[in-house]
């Protein structure tokens, strides 16, 4: 009787190392998740390799600030109202290859090395075609770009996605003075973005 | 002639009444009641230029310049009694910085404005970074909460806002910052 009693207490000891095992392993192993992200880095946007501002340019820019600075801007925003922190890169130095073609180019361990010290999470976002074309008639813009989130000490992309952005105006319908009024790149890429952070989840309030 | 008149004289009192109600005052960005029972740290704390705030402009997003996020900040945390001094001359042992990183208002008649603002302590003596927190809050106002568009965007902002800086009181009081 006394024996099969100790029997039964040691089998619990066992039990219970195995379970505490376990659960330290799944803690240790856990992937990290957008709900445990506190602040993201947001990293400046890359463009397609051999594209400059200048080939960026948009009707009323002084409006609407350029391409690039619309493009973070906007980025920020969309974050903002999902509920996450944000940050900058700070004593960072941006690589001479920052391009679309050469970080996608690359793993998300890669990538991650790019991240400033600082950052726990960073966000990367390509734009990885940005093109609009305009004659008497009508002018319309589309733009592909893509985004992901990664937890720089592990190197593991906790979230991505990408999307597809269009605008196109009719000259004779809208008018041309309302027509020239909207810079289409800019609209063609908010309306990617658009649909990349759709599907970003929502931290609670 | 008289109809002509009437129907100026009432367009310019509509346009004062929007761009009055349009105007974002100080006042309404300070958290009230104070935030209170807040652990308060036996330094003498220099608030320092707020950066990323702007005036608005008419057809864009409604900002706040850095002037009033200060003036706003330093009201809250002398409320609170965060700091055993807040002032801009003699011994100062701390800084406090602030970015406002992106101010947003996702429109419609519920409108919701989210704030974010990066914060972070400099040891003066040494120019290290001893404390950091980045917070962003959010505030929804409901389409029934006010008649006019331009007073519920204004009451988004003041909430959100609001939000932001008792946070940062909050994490000020909690944090475990050197002697």
Not at chain 1, 29 to 51: C, E, H, S
Not at chain 2, 76 to 87: H, K, T, Y
Not at chain 2, 152 to 171: D, P, Q
Request: with cysteine.
């Amino acid at each position: 009787m006394v024996m099969r009693l100790v029997d039964h207490y040691i089998k619990g000891y066992w039990y219970c190392a195995l379970l505490l095992l376990g659960a330290c392993t799944a803690s240790v192993a856990a992937p990290p998740t957008l709900q445990d992200a506190d602040t993201i880095t947001i990293m400046p946007v890359a463009y397609p390799a051999g594209q400059t501002a200048a080939d960026r340019e948009e009707t009323l820019e002084s409006l609407y600030g350029t391409l690039d600075e619309y493009v973070y801007k906007a980025l920020l925003r969309k974050m903002a109202l999902k509920g996450y922190v944000l940050d900058r890169p700070r004593g960072w130095t941006r690589p001479t290859d920052w391009n679309s073609e050469s970080l996608m180019s690359r793993t998300d361990i890669e990538l991650s090395r790019l991240m400033p010290e600082s950052a726990t999470y960073g966000a990367f976002l390509f734009v990885e075609q940005v093109k609009s074309e305009s004659n008497p008639l009508s002018s319309s813009a589309d733009g592909v770009a893509s985004a992901v989130i990664i937890h720089r000490q592990s190197g593991q992309a906790i979230w991505r996605n990408s999307g597809h952005g269009e605008f196109g105006e009719n000259h004779l319908l809208q008018g041309l003075l309302v027509s020239l009024l909207t810079p289409n790149k800019h609209a063609a890429m908010e309306n990617a973005f658009g649909e990349i952070f759709s599907k970003l989840p929502e931290k609670q309030f | 002639m008289r109809t002509d008149a009437f129907v100026k004289l009432m367009m310019c009192a509509c346009a004062m009444f929007l761009l009055a109600s349009c105007a974002i005052s100080t006042k309404g960005l300070i958290p009230e009641p104070p935030v209170s029972g807040v652990r308060q740290i036996d330094k003498q704390v220099q608030l320092m230029p707020v950066q990323g705030g702007r005036s608005s402009s008419f057809g864009r997003e409604a900002y706040i310049t850095n002037e009033q996020y200060r003036d706003a900040m330093r009201q809250a945390l002398l409320d609170a009694g965060s700091f055993r001094v807040l002032a801009d001359e003699g011994p100062i042992d701390w800084q406090l910085f602030s970015d406002i990183i992106t101010i947003t208002t996702e429109g419609g008649v519920s409108p919701m404005y989210a704030i974010v603002v990066q914060y972070w302590l400099v040891e003066t003596d040494t120019g290290k970074e001893i404390w950091r927190k980045g917070i962003n809050t959010r505030h929804k106002v409901n389409w029934n909460e006010a008649f006019a568009g331009g007073t519920r965007i204004i009451m988004a902002i003041n909430g959100a806002t609001k939000k932001n800086l008792s946070g940062l009181i909050e994490a000020l009081s909690k944090a475990d910052l050197p002697d």
